[in-house]
């Protein structure tokens, strides 16, 4: 299973942005998928969740109310769009797939996750 990951850059605070992420080698309609970010010098945080089907959608804590996942099962990408970006939003984001897990609880954790991409940088300019 590979993920790729794509749509991060250089953003003005307040500006949007979304970020893409297509599974290849395995049938996405198996996966939950999720992102993660890691800012410069800090751990790895959990930002969002999204079922199988595509119907349930769980958040962190962070992006809080201005972000939204989403997925589509035909071309076998997730999605990530954040508005309002702030500063503190610079960081590496992370696409993730589970098959193993699908319980919030355990979502929430990175280690409970089985694929992950490469990752994008999101700068967000002040």
């Known amino acids: 299973v590979q993920l790729q990951a794509s749509g991060g850059g250089l953003a003005q605070a307040g500006a949007s942005l979304r970020l893409s992420c297509e599974l290849s080698?395995?049938?996405?309609?198996?996966?939950?998928m999720g992102w993660f970010r890691q800012a410069p010098g800090k751990e790895r945080r959990f930002v969002a969740s999204?079922?199988?089907?595509?119907?349930?959608?769980y958040y962190g804590d962070v992006l809080k109310g201005r972000l939204a996942i989403s997925r589509n099962n035909y071309q076998n990408t997730v999605y990530l769009q954040m508005d309002s970006l702030e500063a503190e939003d610079t960081a590496v984001y992370y696409c993730?797939?589970?098959?193993?897990?699908?319980?919030?609880?355990?979502?929430?954790?990175?280690?409970?996750?089985?694929?992950w991409g490469q990752g994008t940088l999101v700068t967000v300019s002040s």
């Open positions: 993730a797939a589970a098959y193993r897990y699908s319980q919030i609880h355990r979502l929430r954790e990175s280690e409970n996750w089985d694929y």
């Open positions: 080698g395995d049938s996405f309609g198996r996966y939950t």
């Open positions: 999204v079922s199988k089907s595509g119907v349930s959608t």
